[in-house]
Nanobody, 121 residues
Framework: EVQLAESGGGWVQPGGSLRLSCVAS????????MTWVRQAPGKELEWVSS????????YYTDSVNGRFTISRDDARNTLYLQLNSLKTEDTAMYYC??????????????RGQGTQVTVSS
């Protein structure tokens, strides 16, 4: 059974940082692109970032580019998202997902339960 388990969310003041983790199991982690998506209250699911199998190709939505960093540790079957210079508009539930952006946003997406990030003063 494929499982994705996110952690690392919490409350932080604007300008602060968090590191999200996603531990994967039930599939060959190193063989797949992986993605982070988020959903703010009252808004649709939004693609945030994706990383290819080679761990070098990384893509970000414009609003987080330069502030967030995606990475992966295939030996630990773990996906990460470093969130720096957080803004109130980054407040959302963050999910890791198997595959690329299209996979992550599809109705049949495989995503974890999510971890809540709240940015406020």
């Amino acid at each position: 059974e494929v499982q994705l388990a996110e952690s690392g969310g919490g409350w932080v003041q604007p300008g602060g940082s968090l590191r999200l983790s996603c531990v994967a199991s039930g599939f060959t982690f190193h063989s797949y692109k992986m993605t982070w998506v988020r959903q703010a209250p009252g808004k649709e699911l939004e693609w945030v970032s994706s990383i290819f199998r080679d761990a070098y190709r990384k893509y970000y939505t414009d609003s987080v580019n330069g502030r967030f960093t995606i990475s992966r540790d295939d030996a630990r079957n773990t996906l990460y998202l470093q969130l720096n210079s957080l803004k109130t508009e980054d407040t959302a539930m963050y999910y890791c997902a198997l595959g690329g952006a299209d996979d992550a946003l599809s109705r049949s997406a495989i995503r974890g339960q999510g971890t809540q990030v709240t940015v406020s003063s």
